[in-house]
């Protein structure tokens, strides 16, 4: 989209967004996540926090800074998104897809990377597998949820997953054979 679409679309936009603003704890992450959800929606070539915020006039370390470490919920996030999906977008054929996807990795640092089969790749490599549920209707698709598979490596070194900020799993989760967060 260009700038100028996004400009036509901006009050619906803003309306859109302000349904999570419980989400954050302050006004500023709230503005930041309107101008980071414009440039995701530009014309702009490589969607990083640095290309965006340059097209959008603001300082890269702010929206660098707003991924790293501005406090908002992504839980309530996440259950809000559900909520308005399920309210809004609520269809008799529609159904709910459950798909892993893996990227490449070239080290040993990143929270659940292994030498494990890579489906995107179609072999084997050292990578992390994503699990995402999404929700598909006609003429709406979502997704509704992701979550990080932890290797038995990595989901039995609470050490490990520390460093990395792995959110420790629930009980309930440490007696199946795969482990998720």
Known sequence: MSVQDIAKLSKLLLEFLTRFSCCFARPAGRTLLLIYTRGLLSDVQRKNAEAIALDQNVAPRTLQRFLESIVWDEQMLRDRCQQIVATEHAHPD????????????????????????????????????????????????????????????????????????????????????????
């Open 94 to 181: 529609a159904v709910g897809c459950i798909d892993e996807t893996g990227t490449a990795k070239s080290g040993h640092e990143t929270a659940g990377v292994k030498r494990q089969y890579n489906g995107n790749r179609g072999k084997i490599e050292n990578c992390v597998n994503n699990v995402a549920l999404a929700y598909s209707a006609p003429g709406f698709d979502c997704l509704l949820d992701a979550r990080l598979y932890l290797p038995e490596e990595w989901a039995n070194d609470s050490a490990r997953r520390k460093k990395r900020t792995c959110r420790t799993m629930s009980s309930s989760r440490r007696n199946l054979k795969s482990r998720w967060i």
